[in-house]
């Protein structure tokens, strides 16, 4: 076989660190950012936050344009090479004119740290502390003590006693009118209705803490123990008979059953509450609708002068290790400005195609599709689906994921189109003014939107009304 030499040319596209970097950040939230600057700022010594400490931290002349300031805008260094000084591809990132940080506020004061909440009381805790207060043998404070390690996060007892006593150490031996009694003592406490095994019981136990003048008390009590099925169904007639009452008298004590608390436990749940900070802000400026980046969310880093002026002073081989974290922090800065920068493009694109949402709520809602922001953008439709997710917008309307304003469309009998969105909020008004005792139907409903022009199967207003967490008909049916 004879070797021979050829030579071929091909294209190939060669993502260089810059650019992976840029890209990984586009798709970070802005707690996930945060989390991942402040991994960076451990392991960086050239990088730290701008938090006012004065001029000591200020960067030196020659690395000042590497630095995010109020007024100057970050260039490229010139003595990187061109693979990595490079601007990131137009369309995969987009085009960055002016980049400043003058939507930065100011950090607070040294020493001036926000009041941190109390940690709320568990369940067992709060458990423990009432049945440390009442008057109980040491035996049965025990036993209580394992049915109230037994519960779930609702406050149910889902173990039966007898698997209970068959986990008891063989010493205790107690019997089962011994645990029985104990789960007596455990039903009394607060919350009322913990230490239920069931949700009729749950229901029994805080009608049964009502005052006995309390309006429709017996019936509640009658309909929780034995009816309760007949009351999910909302199989009113039946009700009626079991009940041998009218309408009246039946609206009273389902009033009266709703006011109940099915999940007893879940105030003392350990589920913390998740927060959004919004990453632009829509006004109205002179009759436009404007989007800007949100100060709160946007990090301040500059080079540290300290270790900017050693490297300055030793140019030598030792050195290598600070002028690659110097080349590191500078591509950081950029690339987090140039995230803000093309989150900020996006979303004032997005406000400028839904003003009709801004001005009129849901139901003016147009049809978009990731596509024709990134067109008219110049940027790679992957741009525009890792800018819009985990992204919000606070808006007069409230905050929304910047993906919530993009939806597919429904065609109307005039050849236009209309947004999904839309006419899930006309589903939505459509249920709310609907007669109780006659709600309408998915067949029905798809019938009223087809008199307003909108072609929707029923099958789509079904799949419309559980993602807005409507009933269906059955069970949307009132006295």
Known sequence: MK???QLRLSQHLTLTPQLQQSIRLLQLSTIELNQELERVLQENPLLEREDGAGDQSAPPPDTATTTTTRDEAP???????????????????????????????????????????ADAPTLRAHLLAQLSLINVSERDRKLVTLLIDSLDDDGYLTQS?????????????????????ALKHLQHLEPVGVGARNLSECLALQVGSLPPDTAYRAEAMELVKHHLEALAARDFSKLKKLL??????????????????P???RDYSSDETRFI??????????????ASLNPDAMPRLRINRLYADILQRNRNAGSQQLATHLQEAKWLIKNVQQRFETILRVSQAIVDRQRNFFEHGEVAMRPLVLREIAEGLELHESTVSRVTTQKFMHTPRGIFELKYFFGSHVTTDAGGSASSTAIRALIKQLVAAENGRKPLSDGQISEILAQQGLVVARRTVAKYRESLQILPVNLRKTI
């Open 75 to 117: 260039a490229t260094d010139a003595a990187g090479s061109d693979a990595e000084s490079r601007e990131p591809d137009r369309t995969e990132l987009g085009a960055f004119d002016d980049m400043t940080g003058s939507g930065y506020r100011e950090d607070a004061e040294d020493g001036d740290y926000p009041q941190q909440p």
């Open 244 to 261: 041998r009452c009218d309408d009246v008298v039946l609206r009273g004590v389902q009033k009266l059953i709703t006011s109940l608390n």
């Open 3 to 5: 070797h021979s030499l």
């Open 161 to 181: 006693l007898d698997e209970l006593l068959e986990m008891l150490p063989p010493e205790v031996e107690a019997e089962p009118e011994e645990l029985q009694i």
């Open 263 to 265: 999940r007893p436990g």
């Open 277 to 290: 900070v919004p990453d632009v802000i829509v006004k109205k400026v002179k009759g436009v609708w404007v």
